[in-house]
């Protein structure tokens, strides 16, 4: 996959917890299945910024407070290129699970765009 796609990130500047899996952020967090657990190895990305907003928006009424430490507080865009992972396919908000490759970094190449 080669595009620009958007994250939620940490801010003031996107440190190492902006780019770890769910899974691997709270390894005893229970799943659903063993599909979702598997999601839950992935990085959530967005194909535009309006879709990773617009989620952000309903997962703040949910969460409350506590977004900002589950998800971040800014969004980033992040240019992927093949050599960085696999992904599944977007839905139809423009969400899809990112899986990096072993040795990708892709904090250095995020950019904040803005809040959340």
């Known amino acids: 996959m080669r595009a620009t796609v ?9 440190h190492d917890m902006s780019f770890v899996p769910p899974a691997k952020k709270n390894p005893a967090r229970v799943w659903k299945d063993a599909a979702d657990e598997c999601c ?5 990305m967005f194909t535009n910024a309006g ?3 617009g989620l952000y928006a309903v997962l703040r009424k949910r969460l409350k407070d506590r977004v900002k430490d589950v998800l971040g507080t800014h ?3 992040v240019p992927l290129a093949p050599n960085h992972g696999i992904a599944d396919a977007p839905d139809q908000h ?3 699970n990112f899986f990096e490759h072993a040795g990708a970094d ?3 190449l ?3 765009i803005g809040p959340a």
Do not use: C, E, Q, T
Not at 6 to 14: C, G, H, L
């Open 40 to 44: 839950g190895m992935g990085l959530s």
């Open 51 to 53: 879709g990773a907003r």
């Open 94 to 96: 423009g969400h899809f």
């Open 75 to 77: 969004l980033a865009s």
């Open 6 to 14: 958007f994250r939620w990130v940490y801010v003031p500047d996107p």
């Open 106 to 108: 892709l904090m250095p």
């Open 110 to 112: 995020s950019r904040i």
